[in-house]
């Protein structure tokens, strides 16, 4: 008799992955997913404390179990991830009907956790860090579903922003070993994904400290029989290299989309951030990716309200976004995390502050975004189909090579294939296309 998951997600790329892969080791031992809480045998939340926001919403979704528990003892509830990894015992202490606390460093541990549980009826609390990077935690090809994949090749983050509570959730930043990355998608191109992207905190510092590099581990990703296109996610402006940038220009397999958060235009906020770089550095990384691919879309993060941001150093951002004319960008309001360097920094702005500057950012990267999808009517482009749309019959989703949400109407189902259209109508956040004869794998 198979058991059930139920499994929700929130945060980043890495508690993605994380859940692929705790969905993986779970199916070793008989678990199958279910959408339905009330039919599960195991409820895991994967969960995110980058805002103060982000944490409410987990406790808020845990409560919604607590009569689930009361009302059937067998059932297990676990909370994975960064507020896991930050909470540990507090958390068992905090909410009663928790059984299952997994950091962010022990997702391959979750069967011999579960059987302690249901076996012992312990309580546990398993938030240990492994400096050594360990194999064991990630060869699951078993997690492809469909054609597209995600494979994590590194862990944890160096940089301590000075805002940012990852440093502190997913421990040192620890590279896996590239021929093992390498055997993975091989794996996982043999079931049929055409579509790998590859997660870290901060890809372009793969391999710090060794021979090994991003650009070099990309080049062999790319190289591999099957895989048709390439992403990755996230790159930090200091670290993005030449080389790096110089596989734009030769490589169509790989995605013309990059994700480089520059999360403000001011260089005394960048400082006070410990970014590493400076705005014209930033701009002109941007300039030599744009030369080497020109259709390339540019998506960034901006944080508003950083202490003691001035109304010019807001300019800075807003003249940033207009010199730079992103793609589209994710914004945040600051949020003072517990135990970060900024949190203790004077000149905390006032909440109405934050929140203004940031419907304004907001405002006009809504306009910029349209009026870029605008210009893109015409044009002939390759589209991955991911799945039916919610809308209306033969209406299929799937995402362009610059990772624009394209929908279509499709004669037959074509999910997971790269399929040619013209892009015949555009919105605010996707396009509309049609099926086309000509190939080109523009934008
Ligand atoms: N590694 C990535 C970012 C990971 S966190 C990088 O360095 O760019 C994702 C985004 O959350 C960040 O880019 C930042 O914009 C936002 N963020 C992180 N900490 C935050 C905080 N304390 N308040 C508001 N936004 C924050
Ligand atoms: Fe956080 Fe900075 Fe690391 Fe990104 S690079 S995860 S923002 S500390
Ligand atoms: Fe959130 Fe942790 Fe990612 S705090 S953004 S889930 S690394």
Redesign the pocket.
């Known amino acids: 008799m198979p058991s059930y998951v139920f499994l929700e997600t929130f945060g980043?790329q890495m508690n993605d992955s994380d859940s692929k892969r705790l969905l993986s080791f779970l199916k070793n031992i008989n678990y199958i997913r279910t959408d339905s809480p009330e039919k599960a045998d195991l409820i895991i939340l994967n969960t995110c404390t980058?805002?103060e926001k982000a944490e409410h919403k987990v406790y808020s979704a845990l409560g919604k179990f607590k009569p689930l528990k009361y009302g059937s003892q067998h059932i297990i509830i676990a909370v994975a991830g960064c507020v896991a990894q930050q909470a540990g015992e507090a958390l068992l202490k905090k909410v009663p009907y928790l059984d299952l606390v997994i950091g962010t460093h022990n997702i391959h541990l979750i069967e011999q956790l579960l059987k302690r549980v249901s076996e012992k009826k312990e309580r546990i609390s398993a938030t240990g860090f492994f400096s050594e990077m360990n194999e064991a935690e990630y060869t699951v090809a078993s997690h492809a579903e469909g054609a597209r994949a995600l494979v994590s090749i590194m862990r944890g983050?160096d940089?301590f922003?000075s805002?940012?509570?990852?440093p502190f959730t997913r421990g040192r930043e620890a590279s896996r070993n590239p021929d093992d990355i390498l055997f993975e998608i091989t794996a996982l191109a043999k079931k049929g994904v055409i579509e790998v992207t590859l997660v870290g905190?901060?890809v372009n510092s793969f391999g710090r400290g060794t021979p090994n590099s991003f650009a070099g581990l990309l080049k062999s990703v790319l190289g591999i029989d099957g895989i048709e296109r390439v992403r990755f996610v996230?790159?930090?402006?200091k670290d993005i290299s030449r080389e790096l940038i110089a596989l734009f220009a030769g490589e169509g397999k790989l995605c013309a989309h990059i994700?480089?958060?520059v999360?403000s235009g001011s260089d005394a906020v960048l400082k006070r951030m410990k970014?590493g770089y400076t705005r014209q550095e930033y701009l002109d990384k941007i300039g030599l990716l744009r030369d080497a691919r020109p259709d390339i879309a540019i998506t960034t993060?901006?944080?508003t309200g950083f202490p003691g941001e001035t109304d010019a150093d807001f300019d800075d951002t807003m003249r940033l976004i207009e010199e730079v004319r992103f793609d589209n960008n994710?914004?945040?309001?600051?949020?003072?995390?517990p135990g970060?360097v900024?949190?203790s920094l004077e000149a905390q702005l006032p909440l109405e502050v934050k929140s203004q500057r940031l419907d304004v950012v907001q405002q006009r990267q809504r306009e910029i975004t349209e009026e870029i999808n605008l210009s893109l009517v015409g044009r002939h482009t390759q589209v991955l189909i991911e799945g039916p749309g919610k809308l209306q019959s033969f209406e299929y989703t799937g995402k362009t090579s610059c990772g624009r949400v394209l929908k279509i109407i499709l004669p037959f189902d074509m999910t997971g294939k790269l399929v040619d259209v013209e892009i015949i109508e555009a919105y605010r956040n996707s396009l509309r296309g049609e099926l086309s004869q000509r190939t080109s794998v523009c934008c």
């Open positions: 980043c980058i805002r983050c940089n922003c805002y940012c509570v990852v905190q901060n996230t790159s930090h402006p994700h480089l958060p999360q970014r993060d901006i944080i994710f914004s945040f309001m600051y949020s003072p995390r970060t900024a949190a």
